[in-house]
């Protein structure tokens, strides 16, 4: 499917191949370029350059190539799992585990584990991302939901778009959060100039709310617990850094650099999908801090 742009002049001086990287970010950055340097990016009708320096006003069109097949591999690899009915599994991901296949990520994943231990999973998001609904950053642990059927996956995506879903996590984040509870409500927008970064300096962006509670504190560091209402890419770590408190191990977003990003996914609740649920029935799941966390925590 062709993918066309007209490049706004908030875009004069950005780079195309930078341009597109923000405009389709399903793809990566290589499989961009590639198609360029073959001719399949068009700007104003003709092949440019990845290099190309945007003025505003360009027509830019993309013939997306023929994509590699990537296949979801059942593997034989432990799940923790944390709830279970005929709609939904609740897993608990480790951090450091990558959801699904994704460029150099083709074994290991939380995909390859799902498909070997469960015969019949939603198939909406297609064959590499089966009964996956929504995602944790590879770095972040925590609850995750999977969707068995298709009327589930469909069903849960409704509530995530309808921002009915309670998510909750537990975070560590530098200095001392001097309020006890607060709310976050910056747009967040992709950083101009670091391209893998989210920012929300620029006061412009998408709608995003956080709220975030003490738990406790100590010397140098704040325990926090945070809910998010929206579901913006990197929303905790990029809004508790704006407002002076970046999670620790975050490096990304002025974190200093430790064994993980210290951000949990604890506890959702969301309306049950199963056929058979009662009328407004709410599930709630929880993942347990893990080990590594809980001994950070005490050693403070």
Do not use: C
């Not at 995602?135 to 995750?144: A, F």
């Amino acid at each position: 499917m062709q993918h066309t742009f007209i490049a706004e002049p908030r875009h004069a001086g950005q780079r195309l191949d930078l341009y597109l990287i923000d405009r389709l970010p399903e793809y990566s950055r290589s499989r961009l370029q590639s198609w360029i340097k073959t001719g399949l990016v068009l700007v104003n009708g003709a092949a440019a350059k990845a290099s190309m320096v945007l003025r505003g006003g360009e027509n830019i069109s993309v013939l997306p190539g023929e994509l590699p097949p990537l296949n979801a591999e059942p593997e034989d690899l432990p799940l923790d799992i944390l709830y279970e009915d005929d709609a939904v599994i609740a897993i608990n991901k480790p951090a450091d585990m990558v959801v699904h296949a994704g460029a150099g990520n083709h074994s290991g994943t939380l995909v390859n584990r799902l498909v070997h231990h469960f015969a019949s999973l939603s198939k909406v998001g297609g064959e590499l991302r089966p009964g996956i609904v929504h995602r944790l950053d590879k770095g972040t642990s925590g609850v995750l939901l999977i969707a068995r059927t298709d009327a589930a996956h469909q069903a849960l995506a409704a509530q995530f778009s309808g921002r009915t879903v309670e998510k909750t996590y537990l975070a560590l984040v530098h200095g001392k959060v001097l309020a006890d509870s607060g709310r976050i409500n910056t747009p967040i927008e992709r950083d101009p100039s670091r391209r893998l970064r989210m920012t929300t300096k620029t006061g412009t962006g998408r709608v995003a709310l956080t709220e975030f509670r003490v738990r406790q504190r100590f010397e140098k560091f704040t325990f926090v617990e945070v809910r998010i209402h929206t579901g913006r890419t990197h929303q905790i770590r990029v809004h508790l850094a704006s407002i002076g408190h970046p999670v620790v191990g975050d490096r990304m977003y002025g974190g200093q650099a430790a064994a993980r990003v210290f951000l949990h996914a604890w506890r959702i609740v969301f309306a049950s999908p199963r056929l058979d649920s009662v009328a407004g029935e709410r599930v709630t799941v929880e993942a347990p801090l893990p080990d590594d966390l809980k001994e950070w925590l005490a050693s403070l």
